[in-house]
């Protein structure tokens, strides 16, 4: 039988690019394929598009009329593009999408049919969900779940299909899904930010979370991939030697794109910008063959669904091209991994960023109090935000000898470093008339101008201040969004929640004028807060040595990281902002041990396979290459063989030797799987992590041994320097 690698590195060899035309002007076919704006004003009545409208902005309710008023429109519209299902896409706690199509098609009797849609249809579905996780929720109290539409984010067509987005949620009232607990969180953002934001503005009546993510990826030849059973099952390697070339050049980054990779980008381009994803910049990452698509910002609960549906699309147009996208956080070992950094901010109504920094002293301090409160938000709930962004896959960057460390740490910069510190010698109670204008004209007044020259980055901290936004680069390449999105607006909320009613008990009860106030209780926050703010190296050692100090969380593992959602502080967080009850928060951490229990436990089994079926009998192959050799060499020289055969009796015995030390730790790990499997929970979660994910290394590195010995004509799976540099 042909060696499946050769036969896939020749079709990797005679692929061409895919001829992409550009059809039409970026501007022109952005959000051509949803039911935007736009295709609402001229396929729905005024009355139908005004109820969306106001949904949209104030969350009032659509009634059943308007519904079905709405649902013709849309129906309408999807016709007219040609769609002839529509499918309520929703999230489930898998971090993937879901869809359940069903055809508009209907038949009406006396052998007629029509097209329908009515208002039930778009508002509410029963999807057969009994397969999606549910952590429990559905066991103890209901056991159906629905999928109810989200107004504030449109529908769109793919393909043939008009996808509605939905929450999904059990009949009891519990969110099945990652969109209902995060719409709840810029709920509670908005309302607490809101109230903030009157202090300075009594216009604003409305605050939105917006999200900018950048989504690294690697692009693997398919055939390549599939010749790979690691990659196939689990997301990355689980064996391979490094490649003699690594990134060691650094020639990758910025680099030209090659015309395969640059044909499948204009294509998810194109495909993208009619989905209304406005996707802007390209380029080259770090790693060979890896790359990165980040948007132009959006509303978080919209940027999460771009993120999603992004995601979706991308798989299906890089099949189009020969491709496989791996989203796996560390697909290479030795290579570096792909994050998906969060760009994150709060705007108001009235266009305002609040976190920008504006002309006056007094958008100043507004700028400088949610500035503060965020920080004081990560300080409060830095272990949260850790366990936030935990999974299997993520392991691998967080904690392990990769950017950015578990440590969750606050960088600001030197400058609005040394704001901070001058405020917080701001004196206690009122303040004198001197003060004051020293403030305004000299600490708050001048930080515009500080920004302008803040060219101070760092890239090793998991959560930066970048000028007008914060940045959390610790999420996954792999992950859904919602889950830091939902974590980071609900402790901000708290935050500032809280911070209005400090600041309203000292203007009430000690008489302080309204900035006086803002400033003691800043003040009191720097100062709280002072141990989370970090500007040093992220990676060093010395930082995880002083973080210790610091009494900061470093949580390297995911079993070890999840334990912050379930704690009393977690479970009163999110109760008390309206996010989630505490079943919610326990189905969810449920959900996400079982997740890592699963994910180690397939890779260890596909290790085993890929060790036992493909390492050894090949090595044991070459190896009998070797001693046939051997005998033929023995046969022409007799006695004296040994002389001419010292190489290949060496190589016979380190063969053996790799052999054997597979077989033993393939052993022992099926060993502390079968102990693992008795357990539940946080226990089997633990096994798995420390007893039986430590064997993946030991096998690997013999393995990996082999690979340089064995004849190359004879490894049956793609190596690292085909699948990191064919294209
Ligand atoms: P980087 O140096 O990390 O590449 P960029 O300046 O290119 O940073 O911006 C990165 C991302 O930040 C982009 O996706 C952009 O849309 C997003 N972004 C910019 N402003 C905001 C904001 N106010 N809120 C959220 N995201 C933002
Ligand atoms: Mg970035």
Redesign the pocket.
Known sequence: MSNIRFSALRETVNRKPVEVFDTERKSESFGKNVFNEHSMRQFMTKEAYESVMNAIEFGTKIDRATANQVAAGMKDWALSKGATHYTHWFQPLTGATAEKHDAFFETIGNGRAMEKFAGGELVQQEPDASSFPNGGIRNTFEARGYTAWDPTSPAFIYGTTLCIPTVFVAYTGEALDNKAPLLRALQAVDNAATAVCKYFDKNVTKVNA?????QEYFLIDSALAASRPDINLTGRTLLGHSPAKGQQLDDHYFGSIPNRVMSFMRDLEQESILLGI?V??RHNEVAPNQF?L?????EANL?VDHNSLLMDVMEKVAEKHGFRVLFHEKPFAGINGSGK???????TNTGV?L??PGKTPMKNLQFLTFFVNTIKAVHDYEELIRASIASASNDHRLGANEAPPAIISVFIGSQLSSVLDELENVTKGKLSPEEKTDLKLNIVGKIPEILLDNTD?NRTSPFAF????F?LRAVGSWANCAGPMTTLNTIIAKQLKDFKVEVDALINTKGLKKDEAIFNVLREYIKASKKIRFEGNGYGEEWEKEAVKRGLSNNKTTPEALKAKISKKAIDLHEEMGVMNKVEVEARHEIELEEYILRIQIEGRVLGDIARNHVIPTAVKYQNTLIENVSGLKNIFGDNFRKHAKEQIDLIEKISEHIAGINSKIEAMVEERRKANKLTGQKAADAYCNKVKPYFDQIRYHSDKLEMMVDDELWPLAKYRELLFTR
């Open positions: 917006s999200l900018g993510w950048e406005p802007k910049t990165e980040a948007p132009i910002y959006e940027a950094h969060n760009n994150w901010s709060l705007s960023n976190l920008s980055r970048t000028g007008n936004k940045e």
